[in-house]
């Protein structure tokens, strides 16, 4: 599926596609198709007080939000690291982060995944644990070629990295790991 997905993106990446666009032929597709999420765990589109979040995933006692860019919004993400704290990506990724911490906090919602259809910060981005959001780990996919890379990580892995900060936020804000076990 993932490697069929990425001949079609090529048709999509020669084109400037809209923010919709994306959702609709990218996001979609990856979060169902890929990643098998069921389409009654997913809401699009809700209003909140600070506007419309793109997506809402739902599971018992877990949910987080994705915000979604268009195709050509290039996220700045270290090159070579695969975890990397907020505080490292918050200059250069300030606008967006920001934004999806309105939506997360309007929801009451920690986890939010932020993504242009082949590059993917996922992490915690709200705390209520006393401690400073800036330092909470995110799990990073720099594009396609590190996501087939790192497949396992990304199909099995980024959902436990969710789960993992869901169940457990302190000891697992001082994570080292660039591939985390699968089981």
Known sequence: NFISFI?????????DISESDT???????????ILGWDEKNIQREGHVEHGYYDYRFSIPSLHFIVEAKKQLVTLTLPEKNHIASISTLYPE??????????????????????T????????????????????????????FDDIKERFITFYNNWLRHITLLFLNPLSYSN???HLLPVR
């Open 7 to 15: 001949k079609d993106y090529e048709e999509y990446h020669a084109s």
């Open 175 to 177: 994570c080292r790991l």
């Open 23 to 33: 959702r609709s032929k990218l996001i979609d597709y990856i979060f169902i198709n």
């Open 93 to 114: 990724n300030k606008e967006i982060i920001d934004q999806i911490r309105r939506y997360l906090v309007d929801e009451g919602i920690a986890f939010g995944i932020i």
């Open 116 to 143: 242009n259809g082949q590059q993917f910060i996922i992490g915690q981005f709200v705390n209520q644990n006393g401690n400073p959001w800036k330092q909470n780990k995110c799990l990073l996919f720099n594009g």
